[in-house]
């Protein structure tokens, strides 16, 4: 099996913008496109982008999962950005007709595809460090996808890292300066005790990991850091609080500090996962924090995690009903 998103179909769809207009949304190659080389986003970053997945249902069938808060969320960091504004209804358009122009590629369960919207300052303007740019570029890839841990469903080894993953105004916007900042304490971090990811924790603030939000349970009880800017507010994250709740679970939205988790996790039966599109719910089976590995439980995830995992991916899949209205049906 190809790495996590390194396959994409042939084309993309995309729309500019310039002189205060957006052009009509075009199918276009996916292997490249123009830029001038001072384009505002090589220089100072104006760039942001989204993560959803289409699945594929037993009848053949393709449906998108949470389209409106990714197109929601995207819009936001746009905002934040200064990038131009775009019509959320027109790139839901756009996520929806790249998708079925290539529904027979999308992969059947546990795979899925992969829809990256990403919006990109392209004016060529090298001067503006201190303002925005007014040209931008707005392209959706597909790219057909399995797990996107190379372990699968193994339970994770992290890092807590006393540092942030960025600046702590930035953490909700789903933007590339922000990986770029968190890839060399990964790097030192699998290097030096081979750890899966980073759980971000300034000042003992237990935030998330590069890739994915951060939940714990502890028997009935799920845990996880409540919505702020200097975090991501994962679609996933929100969508296993509400499985969560749906089961009875009860769902406490606030601060987790590293005592509080190194304690918490220690107990027989505690649990800790990762959320996101990518990760989908990933069991974390081991903690490291000032050279000491604390297990989570018994290591090896648990029963709580899967059954959220296997809700989610049943209504994702769908195999179980659609109560909350997550799905658009594109084909
Ligand atoms: N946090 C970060 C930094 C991410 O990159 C992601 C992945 O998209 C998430 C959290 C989870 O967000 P979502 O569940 O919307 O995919
Ligand atoms: C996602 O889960 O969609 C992400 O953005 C993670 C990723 C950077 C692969």
């Known amino acids: 099996m190809a790495a996590f998103g390194t396959v994409f179909t042939p084309e993309m769809i995309l729309s500019r913008f310039s002189n205060d207009s957006w052009t009509e949304p075009q199918f276009v190659a996916t292997d490249s496109i123009s830029l001038h080389p001072g384009a505002h ?7 942001c982008f989204e993560g959803l997945k289409a699945f594929k249902h037993a009848d053949g069938s393709v449906y998108i999962f949470r389209m409106d808060k990714n197109v929601a969320r995207l819009a936001q960091s746009s905002a934040l950005l200064a990038l131009p504004k775009f019509d959320p209804a027109m790139l839901s358009r756009m996520i929806v007709d790249i998708v079925g122009r290539y529904a027979s590629e999308v992969p059947t369960p546990p795979g899925s595809m992969y829809i990256r919207p990403t919006h990109i300052g392209t004016e060529a303007s090298i001067g503006k460090a201190a303002a925005p740019s007014l040209e931008s570029m707005l392209y959706v890839l597909l790219s057909p996808v399995g797990d996107y841990f190379a372990g699968g469903a193994k339970p994770l080894r992290l890092l807590l890292e006393d540092n942030a993953r960025c600046a702590p105004h930035m953490g909700m916007v789903k933007s590339g300066g922000n990986y770029a900042s968190a890839l060399q304490p990964i790097m030192k971090a699998r290097a030096a005790v081979q750890a899966d990811q980073v759980l971000f924790c300034p000042n003992g603030d237990v935030q998330e990991t590069g890739a ?15 919505l702020d800017a200097s975090f991501l507010h994962g679609i996933t994250r929100d969508s296993i609080l509400t499985l969560a709740r749906d089961r009875g679970m ?4 606030r601060e987790l500090t590293v005592d509080e988790l190194l304690e918490r996790a220690a107990k027989p039966g505690a649990e800790a996962a990762l ?22 439980g018994n290591g090896q995830g648990g029963a709580t995690t899967n059954a959220l995992r296997q809700a989610l991916n049943d209504i994702q899949w769908g195999k179980a009903a659609d109560t909350h209205g997550w799905l658009t049906k594109v084909c």
């Open 212 to 226: 994915a939000n951060f939940l714990l349970i502890d028997g009935n009880e799920l845990i996880t850091k409540a």
């Open 275 to 296: 959320s996101g599109t990518a990760a989908v719910l990933t069991p974390v089976g081991t903690l490291i924090h000032n050279g000491k590995e604390y297990q989570v």
């Open 41 to 47: 986003v090589l220089h100072y970053s104006s760039t």
């Open 250 to 253: 009860k769902v406490s939205e």
